[in-house]
């Protein structure tokens, strides 16, 4: 299986790290994000098509090994702008490598107002992998091709699903800060 993620991620993998920075972000709860190689690509799916391959994998007649994955790629810095673009934030990301940051150009979202040339985003070579994979993509023609499998959710119905979640999630966190309650963010 390549990477599967849904609402339910730990907080430790990229995605999640990017969807509830996001979503702290827009709410004013947190100031920026930090994260490491924003040019690595990855194959991300939703766990739910991922789960309902392996239900299909257990009703096959024979025992196979199989590749479970969408076949499409998606740089890290394109997570990010989908994320912050569910909440109406628009980026724009200046510099490369450990130098590149990414500000907000515009906000559409009434409720997601954050000022035009906030920085939001900055690499941290602490988040660089030491034996980073540029690529991961998987080839899962087999199961399309023997089982009939294909994903029903695209990247961004990911990504709305993830950020509706870690949003509704953070409000809740919003609410006990405004309630006198500390939060902390154990993430960064």
């Given at each position: 299986m390549?990477n599967?993620?849904?609402?339910?991620?730990?907080?430790?993998?990229?995605?999640?790290?990017?969807?509830?920075?996001?979503?702290?972000?827009?709410?004013?709860?947190q100031?920026?994000?930090?994260?490491?190689?924003?040019?690595?690509?990855?194959?991300?799916?939703?766990a739910?098509?991922?789960?309902?391959?392996?239900?299909?994998?257990?009703?096959?007649?024979?025992?196979?090994?199989?590749v479970?994955?969408?076949?499409?790629?998606?740089?890290?810095?394109d997570?990010?702008?989908?994320?912050?673009?569910?909440?109406?934030?628009?980026?724009?990301?200046i510099?490369?490598?450990?130098?590149?940051?990414?500000?907000?150009?515009?906000?559409?979202?009434?409720?997601?107002?954050?000022p035009?040339?906030?920085?939001?985003?900055?690499?941290?070579?602490?988040?660089?992998?030491?034996?980073?994979?540029?690529?991961?993509?998987?080839?899962?023609?087999?199961a399309?091709?023997?089982?009939?499998?294909?994903?029903?959710?695209?990247?961004?119905?990911?990504?709305?699903?993830?950020?509706?979640?870690?949003?509704?999630?953070?409000?809740?966190?919003?609410?006990?800060?405004?309630g006198?309650?500390?939060?902390?963010?154990?993430?960064?």
């Amino acid at each position: 299986m390549f990477n599967h993620e849904s609402p339910i991620r730990g907080e430790t993998f990229v995605t999640r790290k990017i969807t509830r920075a996001a979503a702290r972000i827009a709410l004013g709860l947190q100031d920026k994000l930090y994260l490491g190689n924003l040019d690595a690509q990855r194959d991300w799916g939703h766990a739910k098509d991922y789960v309902r391959m392996m239900w299909m994998i257990l009703q096959a007649d024979v025992a196979e090994d199989w590749v479970i994955a969408t076949g499409k790629t998606t740089t890290v810095r394109d997570f990010v702008n989908m994320s912050f673009n569910e909440v109406g934030i628009a980026l724009h990301f200046i510099g490369e490598g450990v130098q590149e940051k990414a500000f907000v150009v515009s906000c559409s979202h009434p409720d997601f107002q954050l000022p035009i040339g906030q920085e939001v985003l900055a690499v941290d070579a602490k988040y660089y992998r030491p034996t980073e994979v540029d690529l991961l993509v998987g080839d899962a023609s087999k199961a399309h091709t023997k089982l009939g499998w294909t994903p029903q959710y695209d990247l961004l119905d990911l990504v709305k699903d993830m950020m509706q979640s870690d949003v509704k999630l953070m409000q809740k966190e919003q609410h006990l800060k405004a309630g006198g309650y500390d939060t902390l963010n154990y993430f960064e």
